[in-house]
């Protein structure tokens, strides 16, 4: 069966930084763009970046650009998302997802990723 699965939340202090990680498996891996999404407390869910499946385009929000830097390592079914200078906007619930669309585009409405993990938290606080 699908499994989506993120580690490596935590708590950090404005400036710090942070490393996700997320499992996939169940699905050829390679073949989907990845992408991360955050939930911040009573706000809706929103892109972070993605990367597509050959991990050639690649795309941010722009609140995340020049911190956040997303890979993804085919051979292990893994992509990352290396989280630098958090500042407390970046607390949030943040989702791995999965977007089987064909033509390999990198998209950012949640509405077309496929699979989901159950989040990690994020809390940036001093």
């Known amino acids: 069966q699908v499994q989506v699965v993120e580690s490596g939340g935590g708590l950090v202090q404005p400036g710090g930084s942070l490393r996700l990680s997320c499992a996939a498996s169940?699905?050829?891996?390679?073949?989907?763009?990845m992408g991360w999404f955050r939930q911040a407390p009573g706000k809706e869910r929103e892109f972070v970046a993605a990367?597509?499946?050959?991990?050639?385009?690649?795309y941010y929000t722009d609140s995340v650009k020049g911190r956040f830097t997303i890979s993804r390592d085919n051979a292990k079914n893994m992509v990352y998302l290396q989280m630098n200078s958090l500042n407390v906007e970046d607390t949030a619930d943040y989702y791995c997802a999965a977007d089987a669309n064909i033509f390999g585009l990198v998209r950012t409405q949640a509405a077309e990723y496929h699979y989901w993990g159950q989040g990690t938290q994020v809390t940036v606080s001093s």
């Open positions: 990367i597509r499946r050959d991990g050639n385009r690649i």
């Open positions: 169940g699905f050829t891996f390679s073949s989907y763009t």
